[in-house]
Each structure stands twice: as structure tokens, then as C-alpha cells.
């Protein structure tokens, strides 16, 4: 047993010593049906902290001859399957996770030839063979010559020389060259599991390493329900550990792999249950930079769609001319492709749209768009917190001046309806997400009321007219006469109605606030 030749089952073991577990191991039935075929090559391409490393580490433990890992895995649903022993430690593996060659490593030439060493040196404690190039190939095809031994690789992070030296492409070609002659074509390969954030870089007409099958949050295949936790698993996870899932949905629900298949990031779920609070968990292991380099990106409508997704809605997206660097960028769509990969969008593929998948990644947005320089947009958000104290006050000139502040100018703003105004209101509460459920248009009494905000806590709840060059007061009678207020009879006692007027003439917005008497 090694570190990199058939290494233990330590890393497995300590998942699933882990407080909160999910059983993804039927995972291994799919990967058990591509060993020895031509479809053996496959790169596992999700965001970080969406269980890469987890899976990567459950197929070492359970292929690795380095371990007897039966005390694992035969009380999960692996077991049950036909054939369950026929790979279960029977197989020389190669467990290689990029990362640690890279961060050990200043250069593309001392991280490979730190590999090489590292790996030769494991196989020469195992295997008695002499090479007369010292070249890692020509070992492990020495190695099946004499022995007719095969490998299954898999390698975790195998991308991250790209996330690290983003400009240095001859670098990139260099390790795409060696990835190549390792693995394909070679009698040697049993199977190899890649993982990854960024699809396979392509140079010119070609790619290096085109044997490999991807699978992706754009392109998920049949793999949808091991990208993430299930919805399902997030279910059963709440009713266990006594959860509201509604909230648990809102906060990391929203990455919706096909139609009735949706994941959510095991960082932040397993996170929330842990705590028993619900934050930006995933959004936590990246700085606000991460973000800010690509939204800030000076390419036409990029912003004004940003802020769009905000409000809820999706944007148009062309994912084909992405170059698979993060580097490479020719107009918003090659951004925005990225930032699917990375997880801060959702993609539906049906109609080729992206989206801001949940509260955790919205509120990522918000927070880098505070820190940047986006104009009115970044004090408006800076103001939402002073707006949301000025509405429980009941302080209605306040409130008018904050969404006054709000009335900025950009391509899908523009006033000149009720709807542009409801995108206003909804990016200047932006924060009240903290503290509430928001809702357009909800089903109340004799009609829709245009924003409802339902708290998560002890804060009132509040109805939101929306008036164009009209008056207040018309607002109010309206909630009152169509009985908006139906349906939130456990909030009667603590609930604010709210009408707030855009004047098309005088550009001014006018705002009156009453406590409901019931």
C-alpha cells in the first residue's frame, strides 16, 4: 500500500465517520461498467465543494488492492448490485490528486518531474523492471509487458494547473502532452476517473485528451444524480435531522440538471445541518475576488443581466464558444459559461438559459456587487439594509428616498411599466432575503398582491403595492379591498401594507406605509 500505488481506505472511512452522510456509492456501478471498454476514459466536471474529492476518495477505497474495504461498503447500496465483489479491491490503482503536485511545486517542470519521481519510485518497490528512457510511460508499459498488469487512474483536481497558471499556456500544453501520452491509447489503462472544475482545454482543431467523455453541469448525461445531493437525499436529510427543507430549498436549491432532477451543494447542506443555520457555506471557500474578476468584466449587457437574474429572472446564454480557460473571453456568453462551471449560475438546457440558482449564490452576488464599482447599483445595495429599518419604522419619506436612490438607469430598467418598478423594489430589498421569503405576484384574496414578504422570524410581514403615476393611497385601498391579507392570517397581528407610486412626469417616488387592523 502506498500513497500513490494502491493506497488505503483511510480517506473513505473518515467520510463516512462524518456526522452527516449521504450513500453515493451506487456511483460505482456505473464506473465498474466502463473498466476495459472503449468508453473507459471519463472527466467528472462539477464546482468545488460538490463532492469531487468525496467520490474520487470512495472509488480509491473501493478498487484499491491496497485495502480490504468490505467493512465499508457492504452495508451501503453498492452491496446490493450483482457483481458488488467481482472489483471490490481487485484492482491496481493510481490515485493522483493534482492539487498537491502543484501547490508543492513552483513550476510545470519540477511538478512533473516531482510526479514522475513520486509515482516511479512506488512502482519500483512493487514491480522488477528496467526502462532505458526514465520516462513515466515507459514504466507502466514495461510494467503490462511483463506482468500484463493494468491501472485504473483516477485523478482528482486534474485542472487546477489551469486555475493556477491561467496565463502561461505553453505550461498547459506541456501537462495536456503528458496527460496524453500517459493515458491514451495504453494497453495499460484499465479505467480512468478524472475530476475537475474547467471542461478539457482545446488548442487549435483538436484536443489532447479527446478520449475523454465530460460530463458537466451543462452536460450532465445520465450522471445528474451524483453531480450533488439529490433532492430526494436533501428530504430525507431534513425529516432526519429535523430541518425545514422549505428553507433548506431556498437557501441551496436551484441547480436544475434536467427536468425532474435538481441538486444542491453537499458543502452547504451538510454545513446548514451541522450549524442548524442557514449561510453562505459554499460561497465561504472563496473570496469575493473569485467573483468580482469576471462580473466586472466590461462587456455589453453582462451587468444589466446580472442584474436582471437578480430579480429572478434568466438570461439568454451561447455556451459554445467558451474556450475551457479562465482566461480566454470574446463577449459575456464565454463569462458566463464560466461562472456555470464554477456554480454561481444554473443552466437550463432546454432553453439554453442561465439563472442565479438560490439565496446562497444571490447573496455571493450582492456582496461582491457592495464591494465593487457598478455605481448606483452598488449604493443600492449598500442603502438595502437601511431601506428594509426605514419600512419597519414606518418611515415613509425614508423609504421613497431609498427607492428614489434606487431609480437608476440601465437596458432593463428603463421605467415604463409596473414591471420595470417591481425589479426596483425587489433589487432595493435586496437583503431582506435575511429575514424573509420573498414573493411576486402571489394568489391572495380576490386577486395578486405585487410583493409579499413573509418572515422567517419575528420581523412583520408586509405587502407591497405597486403603483404607476398614480397615488399611494390608491395602493392601500386596493390591498384592503381585494383582501390581499388572506392567507396570512398568522401575521395580522404584525403585518405592514406598503404602496409605493412612481410618478412618470415628476420622476419621484411616493410611498405610504399603515400596521393592517384586522
Known sequence: MGMYLNPGNEDYSELLNSKVIVDKSLLIKKTNELINTRSKNICVLRPRRFGKSTDANMLVAYYSKGCDSHTLFDSLKIADVKNYEEHLNKHNVIHLNMQRFVSRTNDIDSMLAYLKNEIIDELLEVYDIKVNMDILTSYFEKIFSKYKDKFIFIIDEWDCLFREYKEDIDSQKQYLDFLRDLLKDQPYVEMCYMTGILPIKKYGTHSALNMFDEISMIEPRDYSLFMGF????????????????????????????????????????????????????????????????????????????????????????????????????????????????????????????????????????????????????????????????????????????????????????????????????????????????????????KGYADIVFIPKGNKPAMIIELKYNQDVETGITQIKAKNYPKGLEEYVDNLLLVSINYDKQTKEHQCYIEKYNN
Open 230 to 445: 439529490s433532492e430526494d437525499e436533501v428530504k430525507d436529510l431534513c425529516n432526519q435531522y429535523h430541518i425545514d427543507f422549505q428553507s433548506m430549498q431556498e437557501w441551496y436549491d436551484g441547480y436544475h440538471l434536467e427536468d425532474d432532477i435538481s441538486v444542491y451543494s453537499p458543502r452547504s447542506v451538510t454545513s446548514a445541518i451541522s450549524t442548524r443555520r442557514f449561510n453562505n457555506y459554499w460561497s465561504q471557500t472563496e473570496t469575493f475576488e473569485a467573483l468580482q474578476e469576471y462580473i466586472d468584466l466590461n462587456f455589453e449587457g453582462l451587468k444589466d443581466d446580472i442584474i436582471s437574474m437578480l430579480t429572478g429572472e434568466k438570461r439568454n446564454v451561447n455556451i459554445r464558444t467558451f474556450s475551457n480557460d479562465m482566461t480566454t473571453f470574446h463577449s459575456k456568453d464565454d463569462v458566463f459559461t464560466l461562472l456555470i462551471h464554477l456554480g454561481y449560475l444554473g443552466y437550463d438546457s432546454a432553453d439554453e438559459k442561465i439563472y442565479i440558482p438560490n439565496n446562497e449564490v444571490k447573496n455571493t452576488f450582492v456582496d461582491t456587487i457592495r464591494v465593487s464599482n457598478w455605481g448606483s447599483v452598488t449604493k443600492l445595495f449598500k442603502n438595502s439594509n437601511d431601506l428594509l429599518e426605514a419600512t419597519w419604522n414606518m418611515e415613509c419619506e425614508k423609504v421613497a428616498k431609498y427607492i428614489q436612490d434606487s431609480h437608476y438607469e440601465t437596458s432593463i430598467l428603463q421605467y415604463n411599466d409596473e414591471n420595470a418598478l417591481a425589479y426596483t423594489i425587489y433589487l432595493a430589498y435586496i437583503t431582506a432575503k435575511e429575514h424573509y421569503t420573498i414573493i411576486r405576484e402571489l394568489p391572495s384574496g
